[in-house]
């Protein structure tokens, strides 16, 4: 199928100042394939944006989704990591390639404020496609002045869902990294678990003051939000993003409502005080 072509002029993307709602075209530079479903699109893009912020990618006559930052080249070019579950990711996989635009409208959401983060000792659990919005988080990490009082615990369903596998090597010599799938074939090598197996064995120093950032399925962050508070992590020292909530940006179709808060508004990131209480 022949895609129909975006005819405004493609270049760095940028915010449009004048109305958030009005999607402009960004390039494909790059495209990154870590499994047969999930690949990083690399996109042109010139503006501030943080890690666990999001954007809608829009496709004439298919729609659009929101899609979390997983990567940010200031000034240069964002990561969209995509999984091909639908209509619009379905229409991208196939007929988009490296030097064809996509349309795109954002940054959406408040992100992680990377800068909290940066001494003292944190820790980062995230699961799948929940590491998409963290990596930008892990990579400030594994620069700070203390790496390794900085641990990760990654978890993906099997050896064969890993993404970002560069960067979880790179990760492995600057950090404490755990990576753990669900299951393996026979003679796997590697640990073997779901991430909450790990987390009473963390290395922490001081509870009292450590920090956690929680990402993934819901049923995990349940799990290992459990985990660290039995370590004794404080409420106030633990965030996590609601992503899997996203919907339109804006707040105005109210899918992402939660009680009184507006994922695509208020978050996706919160912190715990403040998200236990957002029964859905």
């Given at each position: ?5 975006i005819t405004?002029t493609?270049?760095p ?37 943080r890690p666990g912020?999001?954007f ?5 006559k ?6 979390s930052?997983?990567?940010?080249d200031?000034h ?9 579950v ?7 996989f196939?007929n988009?390639?490296v ?12 992100g992680?404020d ?11 659990i995230?699961?799948?496609t929940?590491v ?13 002045p ?10 993906f369903k ?18 404490d990294?755990i ?17 909450t ?18 990402v ?10 459990m ?6 992590l ?7 993003s609601?992503e899997r ?12 409502r ?5 994922v ?5 990131v919160f912190n ?9």
């Open positions: 199928m022949t895609k129909d072509p405004m493609p270049g993307a940028a915010v449009p100042m004048d109305n958030p709602l009005t999607p402009w075209p960004a390039r494909i530079i790059e495209i990154v394939s870590h499994t047969k479903k999930e690949h990083t699109f690399r996109v042109a893009f010139e503006g501030d944006v912020q999001f809608e990618v829009s496709i004439p298919y729609g659009e989704a929101p899609i930052v997983s990567g940010i200031p240069k070019s964002l990561d969209l990591t995509i999984r091909n639908g209509r619009v990711t379905g229409e991208l196939a988009y390639d030097g064809d635009s996509i349309l795109l409208r954002g940054p959406y959401g408040n992680f990377t800068s909290l983060f940066q001494d003292g000792e944190v820790v980062v995230a699961g799948g929940g998409s919005p963290v990596r930008g988080v892990i990579d400030s990490l594994a620069s700070s203390s790496p390794k009082d900085k641990h990760v615990i990654v978890g099997s050896p064969n869902d890993m993404l970002f596998r560069d960067d979880l090597k790179r990760w492995d010599e600057a950090l990294l990576l753990t799938v669900d299951g393996a074939p026979e003679g796997y090598e590697g640990n073997i678990g779901l991430v197996k790990f987390i009473p064995d963390l290395p922490l120093k001081d509870v009292s003051t450590a920090q956690a950032i929680v993934g399925p819901p049923p995990m962050m349940r799990f290992s939000i985990g660290l508070q039995e370590l004794g404080k409420d106030e020292n633990i965030w996590v609601q909530k996203m919907c339109c940006g804006q707040g105005k179709c109210g899918h992402c939660i009680g009184e808060k507006y695509c508004l208020d978050g996706p715990y005080t403040v998200s236990k209480d957002m029964l859905d």
